[in-house]
């Protein structure tokens, strides 16, 4: 997604956070903030992933040269989720966390829930993000960084407003003699018949559409699809997971749809770069915002453009998530931490720094309708859909625990059952449900 970095696996790393739990409930501590310094003179420790380490040095560059008796000094570590958060887990007991971090959605709730992320919002209310308030922020995105335990603390504020849209070639449309572009008013019904017709004129060797549901753990797609049809991925209330309810398989049905038609053969090879819509062989895919660089240096000589994702029902379909960054509840730098964040995310300071290097869109009204991030040259020429899609965004459901990656498992299980056995649809989804709901149980007991 826009500046998200794509190597932090979603199921691998959230099993690897999950698994790190008793380390953190061990070291215990107050949630009562740690200690707090002069903005002046003192020195920041910022802890990104390795990926994104050039922008956040040029973040840190920029704001020393502006407050030159300020300094940041930016340490990078591992892009692999599993290290990332190991690594975190060995600081905080050894009560030598970074004063600003690195946080990410699917991590979020963990490092709350473990004394690790300072709440942010009395700092908030205070003023210490200068002009800023809760309000100005995309308040979906916000809500990833909301403890389930405790939903009135944010531990931590979203970086970019990551979406996802639909990218077409319009030169292997053109190829395959259709000349039906997508729309923003499109459905999927209208998505599957032009993918399936394309494939179909161009006798298969152009795939019509990218299979929305991969290998069937993205969670990013099926999530919006499932609340389109009126259903749920994981109910807080009930502590229950929904993925096996009737609107729920309504839903999978849909997804599983163009498997072979308008789509290619089921794979579990996710990282096939023939199945990737920069290999020039797809004229459909649902991508986030973040693809957009890849596919300029991919498709140097096509045609190609994005549109908002297709209704079902007339609700929108767009998936999002973001990354985001925290102060640790132990800092003794939170003055500077804090002096940091307010210059960070304001819309002419660092956040017009983080468009013009790191792609990002500003998680807040004012940054999505008057900010620079969609001013590059085209292709796409419609790049501003990914400000609507993120407005309209379903973003990744908070679970407890392990159970996160345990649904991802199996729905990944269920749809190769499906598409490989022949298994009914509503028989696999429900036994996925059973196995996801007693992942929550043993989480939640």
Avoid at 37 to 42: A, L, P
Avoid at 92 to 105: C, I, K, Q, T
Avoid at 283 to 310: E, F, H, K, N
Avoid at 391 to 416: H, I, N
């Amino acid at each position: 997604m826009t500046s998200r970095p794509h190597r932090v696996r979603r199921p691998t790393a959230a099993a690897a956070a999950l698994a790190i739990i008793p380390l953190f409930a061990a070291c215990g501590s107050s949630s009562t903030p740690g200690g707090s310094n002069e903005v002046e003179g003192g020195t920041l420790v910022l802890t990104t992933i390795t990926s994104l380490e050039p922008q956040f040095k040029e973040y840190a560059d920029a704001y020393m040269k502006e407050f030159p008796d300020r300094t940041v000094e930016v340490r990078s570590t591992t892009d692999d989720g599993a290290e990332y958060a190991q690594q975190l887990a060995t600081a905080r007991l050894s009560e030598d966390l970074p004063d600003v971090f690195f946080n990410v959605d699917f991590l979020a709730d963990t490092l709350a829930k473990n004394n690790v992320t300072l709440d942010l919002a009395p700092g908030i209310e205070e003023g210490k993000l200068g002009d800023l308030t809760m309000d100005d922020f995309l308040p979906q995105f916000v809500a990833q960084y909301r403890p389930l335990a405790d939903p009135e603390q944010v531990t931590g504020l979203p970086v970019s407003a990551d979406s996802v849209g639909l990218y077409y070639n319009k030169s292997l449309f053109e190829q395959a003699g259709v000349t039906e572009y997508p729309e923003a008013d499109w459905t999927w019904d209208d998505m599957y018949r032009v993918a399936e017709e394309i494939q179909s004129k161009s006798d298969g060797a152009v795939t019509g559409l990218a299979a929305p549901l991969a290998d069937g753990s993205a969670q990013i797609v099926y999530g919006p699809v499932i609340q389109a049809y009126d259903g749920y991925v994981y109910d807080a209330e009930t502590g229950k997971s929904g993925i096996g309810q009737p609107e729920a398989v309504e839903a999978w049905t849909t997804l599983l749809e163009p498997y072979g038609t308008a789509s290619g053969e089921y794979t579990t090879t996710g990282d096939d770069p023939t199945l990737q819509f920069g290999s020039g062989n797809i004229a459909m895919a649902i991508a986030s915002r973040g693809a957009v660089p890849q596919t300029q240096l991919a498709l140097t000589d096509a045609d190609w453009d994005v549109q908002v994702l297709p209704t079902i029902d007339g609700s929108s379909t767009a998936g999002g998530g973001s990354y985001g960054l925290s102060i640790a509840q132990t800092s003794e730098n939170q003055d500077a931490a804090w002096a940091f964040l307010a210059w960070f995310y304001d819309t002419d300071a660092g956040m017009k720094i983080a468009q013009e290097v790191g792609g990002v869109i500003p998680p807040t009204e004012d940054g999505i309708s008057n900010g620079t991030w969609k001013d590059g040259e085209p292709p796409p020429a419609s790049i501003e859909i990914f400000g609507e899609s993120a407005r309209t965004a379903v973003l990744l459901t908070q679970m407890p625990g392990a159970s996160a990656s345990v649904m991802a498992e199996a729905t990944k299980k269920a749809t190769q059952e499906v598409l490989l056995e022949g298994r009914d649809v509503a028989e696999a989804f429900q036994e996925a449900e059973e196995t996801v709901n007693a992942a929550i149980a043993k989480e939640t007991k």
